[in-house]
């Protein structure tokens, strides 16, 4: 058995992953992609990758940390879905949405990206902050595109929103 991909392979994983920190500053896309775990199984037939342990995936002002990440991919081999999962603590993603915004940080048991239709679920312990500004609850959804952030009527909990304020501080 063949463990290291084909580097024709490995070339279509990292340019499949890209699209998954698009709600990053522009040029992020262009700069180096990095993936470290301490184990990954690519299954090219099944368009399912799996990353295990440690999970550190960086792009530019990008980064994603979990303990586990499962890539799905159409048969054009383009991410539809990557699903980041915190066992032993909660996975976390942190970007720099525009130039001059500051740093957005999120976390949850589990972040779903959706590449194809600028999406992105947090679920279950969900915290996104951004300077003063945070969400607290189950269940956020971000399009990314149309700038929408929805947080549905959850049976686990209700969302706890925290808005700056425009006015100057004193």
Known sequence: MHLVPHRNLLILIIVGLA??????????????????????????????????????????????????????KNKQHKIIEAVATGITKLAEYSTIPKIGDPMLHAEA?????????????????????????????????????????????SKEGRATITIESDQPKK
């Open 19 to 72: 699209p998954m920190l698009a709600i990053a500053l522009p040029d992020d896309q262009e700069k180096p992609f990095n993936i470290v775990a301490d184990s990954s199984l690519f299954n090219y037939k099944t368009g399912v990758d799996t990353y295990e342990g440690n999970v550190k995936v960086d792009q530019g002002s990008s980064h994603l940390t979990a303990d586990r990440l499962v890539t799905r």
């Open 109 to 153: 048991k589990i972040i779903k990206f959706y590449p194809a239709i600028s999406a992105v679920v947090l679920e279950q312990d969900v915290v996104v902050t951004q300077k003063e500004n945070s969400f607290h609850g189950p269940h956020i959804i971000y399009n990314i595109k149309d700038q929408i952030v929805t947080a549905p009527a």
